[in-house]
């Protein structure tokens, strides 16, 4: 169950494009980081007078001209022209200025050089037919000049930054065009050119009037030297983890000839293709709750929610907490309750309907297990984090007590569980039975049918508490909890005391047996007591009073500052 009237929420993680391996032979080169490796020439250098860009796609060079719309692949190697790429879809007299390659969708990234406001292009490439073809994404209308000579994808969220020639201001946009945030930066005294990202948190920085590259925070800040080239206008900047074995270097563009400079930096540091190196192997699984679903353009749009977190109400909030710890948008996956498959060293989930997110217990569980194994086999080092909101926390410990107790090989695999505001006692029978009374009056905060919430096979199952029963369930949860963690699994429940799906009374809400009665509170079912962290917080119930709003208490943990700081803390605690 999420909280949205507008938005579905969306997942799918475009998983690293594996590294080209190189020809070269596998010696060392002895030099510091900030020296050039290697220097080249582009042999037979093409006709153009102003040439600024510079990209990697994994085994070649591609080059620029500010006068036309071709692509020159080089080789890194010794410079040989390898050929180009005239580029369909941009006008001759618009240009070329800096590029970048993306290595999760497999594009070039262009910026123009000649017309203003300068504009931005994806490119694909397609190699054995000798062309690219170019969809216009968006307009720089913030540019100081038409040539951009200053572009860098971004992975981490599927994003671009951006520099006009020799300007101060570097500004953010998402894929899709929309301004994230901008800041002033100075190098040296001179104005920024080049772009190109290092890592999760840190930029480098080309300033082509000084001839020297910076090293800076994503925000501007703790901006120093890294290196300079003296004599040279250093522009665009590319990253390459591949040509030089063991090595990470940052190709650099000069402006007035085909000259390119490889400067070292440190091992592992630089995003080829704009992808960072994952810290470690930690991947994170959203599992949704009851009365969601998953459409395809929600799929689709996956990438887009990590840096906008609107477009995921459920767990938009916590994705961007949890970049404080090293992750990123590429150690996110979506689970789906009608699975999923491996496409393309990638885990891409099925759509599902409401309907599938209220089926029996243990099918949504088979789902679970099969995509961690499918993507274990795919990425056997993987550490899996299981996030669930809801119905899909008490999915993941039924998981977990699976995994306990098979020879599935995921328990090694398993590094920890986060439910909130999940059912993972399990709820009143009473409790369930009166609900279904009610439901006719409840207006759920997303297109699911109320019905599901009393009716459907999982909440008839999870709605089994009678005095008889209810402490066994208790310390059976607590005894699974207990032995993952001494498995070195680590256990996080959490919730809201006032989530009045849990305790109705809460919010007033009154029961059909009449005014004198009330609900069983079973905001007790949000946390189990052995786990490494159980807390219930007190929350609100944002404000609602009576039955039509229910379902807006029931996820306020997703959104509270004290919880996303505590997940933060409980994630960096995780080895």
Request: proline letters at 5%; charged letters at 15%; a negative charge.
């Amino acid at each position: 169950m999420r909280r949205t009237t507008q938005h579905h929420s969306v997942y799918f993680v475009l998983i690293c494009i594996a590294l080209v391996l190189s020809l070269l032979p596998t010696f060392k080169v002895e030099a510091a980081t900030g020296d050039v490796l290697r220097t080249i020439n582009v042999v037979p250098a093409p006709s153009c007078g102003v040439t600024v860009g510079v990209a990697f796609d994994g085994s070649e060079l591609l080059v620029s001209c500010i006068s036309n719309s071709t692509i020159t692949r080089v080789s890194p190697v010794d410079g040989t022209n390898l050929g180009d790429y005239p580029i369909l879809g941009i006008p001759s007299g618009e240009g070329i200025g800096a590029i970048s390659w993306d290595g999760k969708n497999n594009l070039l990234w262009v910026a123009t050089a000649q017309i203003f406001p300068p504009k931005v292009y994806s490119v694909t490439l397609n190699k054995g037919a000798g062309f690219g073809n170019a969809l216009l994404r968006f307009t720089h209308t913030f540019a100081a000049n038409s040539l951009i000579d200053g572009l860098a994808y971004d992975g981490n969220d599927d994003s671009l930054w951006i520099s006009a020639d020799v300007e101060q201001t570097v500004y953010h946009y998402s894929s899709s065009g929309n301004v994230l945030g901008s800041f002033q930066v100075a190098l040296g005294g001179c104005g920024n050119s080049g772009l190109v990202v290092a890592s999760p948190s840190t930029l480098y920085f080309a300033n082509n009037g000084c001839g020297e590259i910076y090293s800076g925070g994503k925000d501007g800040t703790s901006i120093s030297l890294f290196t300079s080239l003296a004599g040279k206008r250093v522009e665009d900047l590319e990253c390459d983890n591949t040509t030089f074995p063991g090595q990470s270097v940052i190709w650099s563009k000069d402006a007035y000839d085909y000259e390119l400079n490889a400067f070292e930096v440190p091992a592992g540091e630089c995003a080829e293709g704009g992808i960072t190196p994952q810290p470690g192997n930690k991947v994170v699984v959203f599992l949704e709750g009851i009365a969601t679903d998953l459409l395809a353009e929600e799929i689709e749009m996956w990438r887009a929610s990590c840096q906008e977190p609107f477009l995921d109400p459920t767990f938009g909030n916590i994705k961007q907490s949890l970049y404080q710890t090293g992750l990123n948008c590429d150690s996110y996956l979506r689970y789906s309750y009608n699975g999923g498959s491996i496409q393309a060293r990638q885990w891409i989930p099925n759509t599902y309907s409401c309907d599938d997110s209220g089926q029996r217990l243990q099918l949504s569980v088979n789902h679970l297990l099969r995509m961690l194994s499918d993507y274990k086999r795919e990425y056997p080092n993987t550490s899996f984090i299981l996030v669930g909101h809801s119905l899909g926390g008490a999915v993941a410990l039924e998981a977990l007590d699976q995994i306990l107790t098979s020879n599935s090989g995921l328990e090694s695999s398993l590094a920890a569980i986060i439910t909130i505001d999940s059912p993972l006692n399990h709820v009143s029978r009473d409790n369930q039975r009166d609900f279904k009374k009610v439901i006719p009056n409840i207006v759920l905060p997303f297109n699911c049918p109320a019905r599901l919430l009393s009716e459907s096979s999982v909440a008839k199952q999870i709605g089994d508490l009678t005095s008889n029963n209810r402490q066994r369930i208790r310390t059976e949860r607590e005894i699974l909890v207990t032995r993952a963690r001494a498995s070195g699994i680590k256990v996080m429940t959490v919730g809201n005391v006032q989530d009045c799906l849990w305790n109705p009374n809460s919010c007033g809400v009154p029961t059909p047996k009449g005014k004198n009665s009330f609900w069983a509170d079973e905001s007790m079912t949000q946390v189990i007591a052995t786990a490494d962290y159980p807390q219930l917080y007190g929350l609100g119930t944002a404000g609602c009073t009576k039955v039509d709003c229910i379902g807006h208490s029931h996820g306020l943990a997703l959104d509270s500052p004290s919880v996303l700081n505590d997940i933060v803390q409980f994630v960096r605690r995780i080895e």
